[in-house]
């Protein structure tokens, strides 16, 4: 994992509120700053304008980032009976909630249909019927498969279908009582060309097309998440990928089509800054490893699936290479197995900017190591 220099300003402001906290303070621990996830979420409404703006509440679900959002006029997307208690439990209205797994829990149709939040993905048959048996009469938008292209983290495969298939599960939904009302597709989690979404959208409208000549009139269409966070290169920024949707949309569709995304990363990510310490180095042939006290288990998961984060160390000085690793004794548990890092010893401290979406959430306390506290940065 390379280490480069050069944060945008808004991570450098974190990573300085990040280093001015007590060096008593227990690490690891995941810093959030609410101000620029505001500033994040007001990014995202001036760049789409009318369409819809749903946070993807799996990438973090921590109750205040709910809270903050919800205050802002953001909708919610939400994708297991889990994440959708939270959210009727702490009062938001089903009107501002979609679920947006294809594959749902019976229970989670149920809940969703008996509360009144009555449109879902779907891409399966099967789907179809369960959502007939649970909540008859819900609106449903397919889930089609699109290119990936660039994408750091790709989605594909285990959901989504063919343009084919789409038109057919949308007519077949209409058979069965439900109404088929638009299309859902993602193009991979930080996605780093814009193009992919133009890609998206154009076969959009070819099932939006098809549909229409089947009898099935649709009127939404959800453009997904995807948008990047900074880690260690420059990405798109929202108002350049916006650009891309709305120019590609303008092109295919009717000027009523209601568009909506659905940002986790994108809204969350930059917003966070984890704080984790040296727990241990060892000399192991040729290779030095560091022990640190997060891990692939209790928050860095998504190291070991494409994402490269930035690490910044407490202390400067001339670097050597190091596998960096997490506290576990499980093997799978390495963060990186080269690093360029100073000479760190037991007690420094090391920061992964950009954590804020996909580390806790994913965390579990397997052999014992906490996962990190989540604290907001005043
Ligand atoms: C259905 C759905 N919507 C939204 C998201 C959020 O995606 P991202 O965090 O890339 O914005 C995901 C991520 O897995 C997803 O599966």
Not at 135 to 157: F, H, I, M, Q
Not at 321 to 333: A, I, K
Request: hydrophobic share 45%.
């Amino acid at each position: 994992m390379e280490r480069e220099t050069g944060l945008t300003a808004d991570i450098d402001r974190l990573l300085q509120a990040a280093r001015a906290r007590p060096a008593t303070e227990k690490t690891p621990v995941l810093l959030m700053d609410k101000a620029s996830i505001k500033a994040r979420y007001e990014g995202f409404r001036a760049c789409f304008g009318r369409a819809r703006v749903y946070y993807a509440v799996k990438s973090n679900p921590h109750p205040a980032i709910i809270t903050l959002l919800h205050g802002l006029g953001c909708d919610f997307e939400v994708s297991s009976l889990g994440e959708l208690r939270r959210l009727l439990d702490m009062g938001i209205a089903p009107p501002r909630i979609t679920v947006g797994n294809p594959v749902k829990a019976p229970e989670l149709v149920r809940l969703a249909g008996s509360s009144g939040i009555d449109f879902t993905a779907f891409d399966s048959d099967a789907e179809i019927e369960k959502l007939v048996a649970l909540a008859p009469g819900t609106r449903v938008g397919v889930r089609l498969n699109v290119p990936n292209d660039g994408s750091e983290w790709p989605l594909t495969k285990k959901f989504g279908v063919e343009a084919d298939r789409a038109v057919e599960l949308l007519v077949r939904a209409g058979q069965r009582g439900l109404v088929p009302e638009g299309i859902f597709f993602h193009v991979g989690s930080q996605c780093t060309l814009a193009g992919t979404w133009a890609k998206a959208i154009e076969k959009s409208w070819s099932v939006w097309q098809r549909a229409a000549e089947r009898g099935v009139r649709l009127r939404q269409l959800n453009v997904g998440g995807g948008f990047p966070a900074t880690y260690l290169r420059p990405v798109p920024s929202v108002a350049e990928i916006a650009a891309v949707i709305h120019q590609s949309v303008a092109a295919f569709f009717p000027p009523d089509v209601e568009i909506s995304v659905s940002p986790g990363r994108g809204l969350v990510a930059e917003a966070g800054i984890l704080a984790a310490s040296v727990m241990a180095r060892a000399a192991r042939d040729s290779e030095q490893w560091l022990y640190l006290d997060v891990g692939v288990f209790n928050g860095l998961m998504e190291a070991v699936g494409g994402i490269k984060y930035r690490i910044i160390p407490s202390r400067g000085g001339p670097t050597r290479q190091w596998v960096l690793s997490g506290p576990t004794c499980d093997s799978f548990d390495v963060i990186s197995n080269e690093v360029e890092l100073p000479d760190l010893e037991v007690g420094d401290r090391v920061y992964f900017t950009s954590a804020g979406a996909y580390t806790t959430a994913y965390a579990s306390e397997f052999d014992g190591f906490p996962i990190p506290e989540i604290r907001f940065l005043e």
